[in-house]
């Protein structure tokens, strides 16, 4: 239902079958279109997930959209797939026997909140009230419209009670804790990267654990920073478990929970990040702040992030190796990053230039090659 009605062109075609029959569906439409190449939002979706296995069944590429590695400017496009289907190579040498790689200039893009406020809020009608056109759709969330007004009511709520009662907490904690705090973000509680590609079954699981790691094994005078994702703030709060688990693993006084504080400040004043996998992490390295991981994510590579275990991560956090930081990262951004956002049809353009246009990219026009095109011995 949401696909008819954002996607109105005259050869779309609407699946309105059951979902044991889309495997089947969808198989046939290939073979019969002669269809060599699949675009998607995210392949973890009911949906996506068998429309990955029919494509490799058929030899189909499929070719994957999601938001980007590095934000905000940024959204991602992978063939095969993103993070754990990601493709993208784990071995530190790949990255050192690069020679040079063209960094491309990043626009920053006008804030787009209000976009992505309205397409939310028409997503949800248009969602609720599809099921009467497409009544065994099974989508991947709720779709109750009201439910999620609720929910972005609470978020403003606690976005202004968290700001005025946080007010003076980030100028405590890097002025009285410089290097010597440790950052733990938080993911939305439904997040591809907790529930399919980390060993947690909730984020409260994930919290538990880095708090019972920090306790026995953290130097004394450290503290431990939770932040809230700032999508997640309507959803769910932590702060009743926090405060529990520090009196059960008697860290009472040591342990933080915050929601909006300055994210850059705060990663340049840590002593390093855990996290189970999020675009924190990315932002972290290239600020060259320790990184541990407990999750699949597709950074997690020796030299970039610690590779020793958790509790030995408080004591030794381990160093980032600067030069394989920047090929990473230069090497992701030629490759699969593209600048711009998915909320402004036709994105605005700026100095006469637009920032993004996803019928041209789908066209293979303007899409920079895989590295792997070119050799990593000519690659200026």
Known sequence: PLFTFFYKRKNSVSYRGRPGEWSDYLKSKLKKWEIDRIYLFGDMRFYHQIACQVAKD??????????????PYYVTLEEGGVNGRSSIPRDPEFYKNIKAVSKRKSIPIPNAVFHASWYSAVYYMVGMLGFIRFPWYQHHRGLN????AFLWIRNVYRKLYYGVLERDLLNFIVTDYPNNYFLAPLQVYFDAQVTAWSKYSS????IEEVIASFSGNAPKGTLLVFKHHPLDRGNTDYKKLIKELSVKYSCSGRIYYIH???LPTLLDNARGTVQINSTVGLTALQRNRPVKLLGHAVFDIPGLTCQKSLNDFWSDPSEVDVELQKAFTTYIGATNQYNGNFYKRGIPTLFGREFLNFESIIAGRGQPKHIADYGTESIK
């Open 58 to 71: 058929c030899s189909v590429k499929v070719c994957v959209f999601e938001e980007g590695y590095f934000r």
């Open 145 to 148: 419209p009201f439910s999620e």
């Open 203 to 206: 984020i409260p699981e994930f």
């Open 260 to 262: 909006d504080l300055h």
